[in-house]
């Protein structure tokens, strides 16, 4: 049940997903660049954001002194950094980690190359295995809006922003020409009126 | 390469020459008594292979299910090496595959209601009459200690003024886009040489890998679907989705004739004398004509023209084929962008075959009809996915929550017909759409290889 986000509404259209992954030094060092780059050049993250599956992806890394302690708690004694990667998606895990293997394989190896025993993306089923492995559930996720998923929030945002305009443009407008106008604009938001909701029965 | 001749039959090619269909359905009370018939058929050359020499007159084939296998012996560590979804069956995933409201398992047809199937006999006939011999035929064989549930389910291709036509009831030509498959030559006739398979980097089509579809071979990625132990049960074996889902014709006619009239008004003009905007409609839900013919290569017209050669990148809103259109979801081909990466394992073998009789234009009865909806997939969550995200959901498609609006699952969804700024038409939504397609009954089913029925005949299964 904690794999999935929850709140008032019930479970969410989002799933979490956690994978956490022990690094060498070097290849910390060789991870922190890659992220710099992927930040820092934002087109390195088109194929992501085209998946439209993902809701949030994040890579984090913390270096083995740096984990937290509770007051009064020692301090590990960690034999490797740790890469943590952080993800909602909407969807079924398999066809998700599937996806990912097979559109996003270049910078999944990328990163994931220097965590111990990686097996690679491609063929998918050792990397399937290497995640559950890795795989820590969430024990609690809110989500805000539960029932949306990255595509109804982008068409939402759309036709906001569409309608907003027409409303702008259309005050004056005769009837004949408001009709007109009106077509032209629902052509233009046809496909971004699909049902919204929490996932169908 | 391997062996047509140890898989069984109706899954690489198709039983399309035999019109008329049985499907018996048995429960085993005695392991041993099973065993014996699975013996007696195997040695009697009773199941039918992939291939042949002489084609038979009926064919055999057999499936079961997980409860099956262990009434027939199968040992605890083998049985736990079969997928979750398969050891769950298709009663318990209800909710999961939209199986709710009128179709939900309470209101399945006998057997489906109450008992679980064990083992799956499906008999195909040339004639009525080679049909009724092959069952009784098998019937003489049935040793005490196998119970046939009834009542058994008869089914046959439609006929339309006498005529065997590849329609399903709401008169769609049927079965036109099953996969074309790694390794399998094509069979001669117009229908199956129109296969396709999945969409490649440059806008072609590549054949499907045999993994998709048969256990023991790479799939899409290279790898091998996950197997059942020992691997004798699995090589060359299947899973098999059974489904009966009843169509109600009157009501998906009635649906139709009454949104045609506001639809028509989205054309400028009005429809030529020579169309009618209920077919017109009808073809943007389905996404193809009734007679087959793509909305993409004849997006105005029937053609009579079932290839299968076109692809949905080139209609990315949906002004030919509405990106909610049945048949765009559950085969979009490259419709999803990433050179149909995210599609390429989800394809399914369909092997239906109607029940009932056809109900002519018109006419009303109360006479209960729909399709055996029979699929292959190397794994259920092949079919679990298309019918999950594909069908009973839609926000792959763009189509946020709405279902499909032939086989979707939710009462008073709703559909967008894009306009076309080509021709001036305006988008058109149909709302409250019913649920035209019921699901009566079902079940996951394993579908061992030639060997396999042998293994299970001898019943020296170990999971090692």
């Not at chain 1, 980690?97 to 990328?110: G, H, Q, S, T």
């Not at chain 2, 069956?89 to 179709?103: F, P």
């Not at chain 2, 002004?319 to 390429?344: E, Y």
Request: with cysteine; proline share 7%; aromatic share 12%.
């Amino acid at each position: 049940m904690a794999d999935r986000a929850r709140n008032k509404d019930g479970l969410g259209k989002a799933v979490t997903f956690n994978v956490i992954t022990p690094m060498n030094r070097f290849g910390t060092c060789v991870v922190r660049l890659l992220l710099w780059i992927f930040d820092r050049w934002k087109r390195t993250q088109n194929t992501a954001k085209a998946l439209a599956f993902l809701p949030f992806v994040h890579w984090v890394v913390i270096k083995r002194d740096r984990f937290p302690q509770l007051e009064g708690q020692p301090a590990e004694k960690l034999n490797y950094d740790y890469l943590f990667f952080l993800s909602t998606f909407n969807g079924p895990w398999g066809p998700y980690i599937e996806a990912f293997a097979d559109v996003l394989y270049a910078p999944l190896d990328a990163v994931w190359f220097w965590s111990i025993r990686y097996p690679m993306a491609r063929p998918v089923g050792p990397l399937k295995t290497y995640i559950k492995r890795n795989q820590v559930e969430s024990d609690h996720s809110y989500s805000a809006y539960p029932g949306a998923s990255v595509r109804d929030v982008r068409a939402g945002l759309e036709v906001r922003r569409e309608l907003e305009q027409f409303a702008r443009d259309s005050r004056d407008l005769a009837p004949d020409k408001f009709a007109t106008e009106f077509d032209r604009l629902l052509m233009s938001l046809q496909n971004k009126l699909g049902s919204f909701g929490p996932i169908p029965k | 390469m391997f062996d047509f001749s140890n898989i069984q039959g109706n899954i690489l090619r198709g039983y399309g020459s035999f019109p008329h269909a049985r499907f018996l359905y048995l429960a085993i009370h005695d392991e041993r008594a099973a065993r014996t018939l699975l013996q007696q058929l195997m040695d009697t050359g009773s199941v039918t292979p992939g291939q042949w020499s002489e084609k038979p007159d009926t064919t055999l084939n057999l499936a079961l299910t997980f409860d099956g296998l262990r009434a027939l012996g199968l040992p605890e560590e083998s049985l736990a090496t079969f997928p979750a979804e398969f050891r769950e069956g298709m009663k318990v995933r209800a909710d999961e595959l939209g199986d709710v409201g009128k179709s939900s398992p309470r209101y399945w047809d006998e057997p489906w209601r109450t008992g679980r199937v064990h083992l799956l006999v499906m008999i195909y006939g040339k004639t009525e009459a080679a049909l009724e011999a092959g069952c009784r035929n098998f019937r003489r064989l049935l040793p005490a200690g196998l119970e046939e549930l009834g009542p058994e389910q008869s089914a046959e291709s439609l006929r339309i003024e006498g005529e065997t036509a590849r329609r399903e009831h709401f008169g769609f030509v049927d079965g036109v886009s099953n996969p074309d498959v790694d390794g399998v030559p094509r069979e001669a006739g117009a229908a199956r040489s129109q296969d396709i398979g999945n969409p490649d980097h440059s806008g072609k089509f590549r054949k499907i890998p045999l993994g998709e579809f048969i256990l023991g071979y790479p799939g899409e990625g290279g790898d091998l679907a996950p197997m059942p132990l020992p691997n004798l049960l699995a090589h060359n074996s299947t899973y098999m989705v059974f489904r009966k889902l009843e169509q109600n014709v009157p009501l998906f006619r009635d649906y139709i004739s009454k949104q045609a009239k506001s639809f028509a008004r989205t054309i400028p003009g009005g429809l030529p004398d020579d169309k009618s905007a209920e077919e017109f409609l009808a073809a943007k839900m389905m996404g193809r004509w009734r007679d087959g013919s793509s909305l993409i290569n004849h997006p105005h017209a029937s053609a009579k023209d079932i290839s299968n050669a076109f692809a949905y990148a080139d209609d990315p809103a949906g002004a030919r084929c509405p990106l909610g259109a049945h048949v765009r979801r559950t085969n979009p081909r490259d419709a999803l962008g990433f050179g149909g990466k995210t599609m390429s394992r989800h394809r399914l073998i369909r092997r239906g075959i109607t029940y009932g009789k056809y109900l002519p234009p018109g006419d009303r009865d109360e006479e209960r009809r729909g399709l055996i909806f029979i699929a292959f997939n190397s794994g259920f969550d092949q079919f679990e996915f298309v019918q999950q995200l594909w069908i009973n959901f839609g926000d792959e498609f763009e189509q946020g929550n709405d279902g499909d609006p032939i086989a979707g699952s939710r009462e008073g969804s709703q559909m967008m017909i894009p306009g076309d700024e080509a021709t001036g038409r305006r988008p058109f939504i149909c709302f409250d759409i019913p649920r035209f397609v019921e699901t009566k009954g079902g079940d996951y089913f394993f579908v061992p290889s030639l060997a396999a029925l042998r293994l299970l005949a001898s019943g020296r299964v170990h999971a090692s």
